[in-house]
């Protein structure tokens, strides 16, 4: 059974020992870790597969459900490279109109086993239903990584 975990927030990002920590202000916050659609749990493991075709699909793209019963000022997502390399890395928030905002779009250096993290807010007027993390690029092919996306107020 999946559980959506609610986590309070301070220092610098660490998955160790079940905790999550992110950097920020002065200020605490609260995060919430997303479930990981049609998975189980809030982090996933990934091999970067090779672009798909007319015929096969790539695994590039992970979605994450955010809550009906909830509403978050951001999103946050926590990419932990097993792999050195360039990655195509982007980050969208779906919304129940069909519509979404891409956050964030860069081909980026990541390092083996450092932590990437990307924040983005959700419009105004509504509230997203899921939060997309896309990590992949030529390059990139048969790499590993995790992948762990928040909502935090």
């Known amino acids: ?16 020992s079940g905790v999550i920590f992110i950097n920020v202000p002065a200020i605490a916050q609260t995060c919430t ?5 049609d998975g ?27 809550p009906s019963s909830r509403s978050f000022r951001r999103y946050v997502t926590r990419i932990v490279p097993k792999n050195g390399g360039e990655y195509d890395v982007a980050m969208s928030l ?18 083996e086993q450092k932590p990437y993290t990307i924040q983005g807010s959700a419009r105004n007027s509504a509230t997203p239903y899921q939060v997309n993390v896309s990590v992949g690029g030529l390059r990139a092919i048969g790499n590993a990584y995790t992948v762990l996306a928040l909502g935090c107020n």
Not at 33 to 37: F, G, I, N, T
Not at 40 to 63: A, E, M
Not at 94 to 111: E, G, I, M, P, Q
């Open 33 to 37: 870790a997303l479930p990981v659609v």
């Open 40 to 66: 189980s749990g809030t982090l996933i493991q990934k091999s970067v597969s090779p672009p798909g075709t007319g015929i096969t699909r790539n695994n590039w793209s992970t979605d994450f459900v955010v």
């Open 1 to 16: 059974m999946n559980q959506v975990k609610t986590i309070a927030i301070a220092g610098a990002i660490s998955l160790s």
């Open 94 to 111: 779906k919304y129940n109109n069909d519509t979404a905002d891409s956050v964030f779009t860069r081909t980026l250096k990541l390092s």
